[in-house]
C-alpha cells in the first residue's frame, strides 16, 4: 500500500512539474510577445511622432503658399487697374490731341 501511494505521489509530482514547465513555457513566450508589442507600438509612436511633424511642415508650407498665391493675386489686380488708369488716360490724351 505505501508503494502505491508512493507511486501515485511520484506521478502527482511528475504532473506537476509538466504543468509546471508547460506554464513557464507560456509565460516566456507570452512574455516575448509582449516586449514585441511594446517594440512595436514604440517604433508606431515614433512613425506617427513622425508623420506629425511632416504633416505641421506641409501645413505651414500651404499656409506660405496661400499668403504667396495672395499677395501675387492682389498685384495682378493692382498691376490691372494701372494698365486700366493708363489706358484711359492715353486714350484722353489721343482724344484731346485729335480735337486740336
Not at 9 to 18: G, M, T, Y
Not at 38 to 59: D, M, P, V
Amino acid at each position: 500500500m505505501a508503494k502505491i501511494t508512493l507511486q501515485l505521489a511520484k506521478k502527482s509530482f511528475a504532473d506537476a512539474r509538466a504543468k509546471a514547465q508547460s506554464l513557464e513555457a507560456v509565460q516566456k513566450k507570452a512574455s516575448a510577445e509582449a516586449k514585441q508589442a511594446q517594440k512595436q507600438l514604440r517604433e508606431a509612436e515614433e512613425r506617427f511622432k513622425k508623420a506629425s511633424a511632416a504633416s505641421e511642415a506641409a501645413t505651414q508650407q500651404a499656409e506660405n503658399v496661400a499668403e504667396q498665391v495672395a499677395g501675387a493675386n492682389k498685384a495682378v489686380e493692382d498691376a490691372k487697374r494701372a494698365v486700366e488708369s493708363a489706358s484711359k488716360e492715353l486714350e484722353s490724351l489721343f482724344s484731346e490731341a485729335r480735337g486740336k
